[in-house]
């Protein structure tokens, strides 16, 4: 079982950053067994993969949209995920969530991920 909870989301003026975080309480296998990525879901759109992590840190995947803006980090010792974003646009306005997969390899399938957050909102005014 993973418990995600997402701090870090607010309002931001475009070209302005946030920092997103993902505690993960864990039982049964430890957080750093599971690859760890980002969503979100815009108001009326589906939920759409941002990046994700690969469970020793090793290996990232970005979406297009947002690669060389974003960077995706994890601290195996607190059992937290963060998410740098950096340069952001009015665009990237979402509910951002953080999700748990035990994949046997890194993954931007929505499906995949057995475990997720209640998300955390992000507005970027224009």
């Known amino acids: 079982q993973v418990q995600l909870v997402e701090s870090g989301g607010g309002l931001v003026q475009a070209g302005g950053s946030l920092r997103l975080s993902c505690a993960a309480s864990v039982s049964g296998r430890t957080f750093s067994s599971y690859h760890m990525g980002w969503f979100r879901q815009a108001p009326g759109k589906e939920r759409e993969f941002v990046t994700a992590?690969?469970?020793?840190?090793?290996?990232?995947v970005y979406a297009d949209s947002v690669k060389g803006r974003f960077t995706i980090s994890r601290d195996n010792a607190k059992n937290t995920v963060y998410l740098q974003m950096n340069s952001l646009k009015p665009e990237d306005t979402a509910v951002y969530y953080c999700a748990a997969s035990s994949s046997v390899v890194l993954t931007r399938s929505t499906f995949q991920y057995a475990y997720w957050g209640q998300g955390t909102q992000v507005t970027v005014s224009s």
């Open positions: 992590i690969r469970w020793g840190g090793g290996s990232t």
